[in-house]
């Protein structure tokens, strides 16, 4: 059931925004709703980062307290005015929508993949270090463990 389903939900998925990276914010499936990451997840995501410090601004090559780089917030579909504005302001909306886009452009190959619901170790993963190819790479392993050790799982 759950492989049909993520079949049906990947070719949505990838027909809804072909040669696009991610919906308009306006759209009826939005990537918001099709990444299911909890907030939850999203707090363990950014205590590992930096301690969830919202002060942080941007450094060297990455912003605020998720840490993203301008080249995962271009592939999250580059939300809000610049990358730096985005991720790198207290507020964290901007940030978690740019995650939120990122991961749902893989939820359906991952749920065809997987057969099964996703779960913040899968989300962990993706956005660590990709979609399937680097989901399951030694350093998506460590970070995984790393999120772990914060006391999420």
Request: glycine share 12%.
């Amino acid at each position: 059931m759950y492989l049909l389903l993520g079949l049906v939900l990947g070719i949505m998925l990838w027909s809804a925004h072909l040669g696009e990276s991610c919906w308009a914010p306006d759209s009826t499936q939005s990537c918001f709703e099709a990444a299911a990451i909890t907030n939850q997840c999203l707090a363990c995501i950014c205590q590992v980062e930096s301690g969830c410090d919202t002060s942080r601004g941007c450094t060297a090559n990455k912003c605020g307290p998720y840490q993203i780089t301008s080249a995962y917030w271009a592939a999250g579909g580059s939300i809000g005015a610049d990358w730096e504005t985005c991720t790198g302001v207290p507020d964290k909306t901007c940030a978690e929508d740019t995650i939120k886009c990122y991961l749902g452009q893989h939820v359906g190959a991952l749920i065809v993949h997987h057969g099964r619901l996703l779960t913040c170790e899968d989300w962990v993963r993706v956005h660590h270090a990709g979609g399937l190819d680097g989901m399951n790479s030694a350093s998506a392993d460590a970070y995984w463990r790393s999120v772990q050790a914060a006391g999420c799982s």
